[in-house]
């Protein structure tokens, strides 16, 4: 790491860089699960949870991308493997291909597992004082919250 001085400490540096990285696991996952599901799909209403489907993935493509330049910003390296991305993440890769309303299920459980990471990184940003990464995180943590709401709703 090279000598950076932004107002927070090393190891608050380190221990939202670090939770980041989770956020940015958990981030990619659910991205390549939405893709997958949205490749994959089959069935009476294809064409609404297709296009669901690529607009979640699209925003969290642009959101993995902004929650790697945080970390780089943290002066951390930003995982970037399968490997590290699977050792770090909390949501677990669907095996099969499950049925729309199984996609559907899966998916929001995805989008509430990131709340619940994006609140263990907003505590950890707040107590080093990083109200970049706080925003960022309370960002992230809203549209998970809202996308996991409007697929319970289609689940109902």
């Known amino acids: 790491m090279s000598s950076i001085n932004t107002g927070i400490d090393e190891a608050g540096r380190m221990n939202t860089g670090e939770g980041l990285k989770k956020l940015l696991a958990d981030s990619y996952t659910l991205y390549l699960q939405t893709h ?12 609404e949870l297709h296009l ?56 929001g459980a995805g989008h509430e597992k990131v709340v619940m990471t994006c609140r263990d990184v907003l505590q950890r940003a707040q107590h080093a004082g990083d109200e970049s990464s706080a925003a960022l995180v309370s960002d992230r943590m809203r549209v998970h919250e809202k996308t996991a709401w409007m697929l319970r709703a289609m689940a109902s």
């Open 36 to 47: 997958n599901f949205h490749w994959n799909l089959t069935g009476p209403r294809f064409r």
């Open 52 to 107: 669901m489907f690529e607009e979640q993935y699209t925003e969290l493509a642009a959101a993995v991308d902004e929650i790697a330049e945080r970390i780089r910003s943290l002066d951390q390296v930003a995982p970037g493997t399968y490997r590290q991305f699977s050792t770090l993440s909390s949501i677990s890769e669907v095996e099969d291909v499950p049925n729309a309303d199984r996609m559907v299920e899966v998916l």
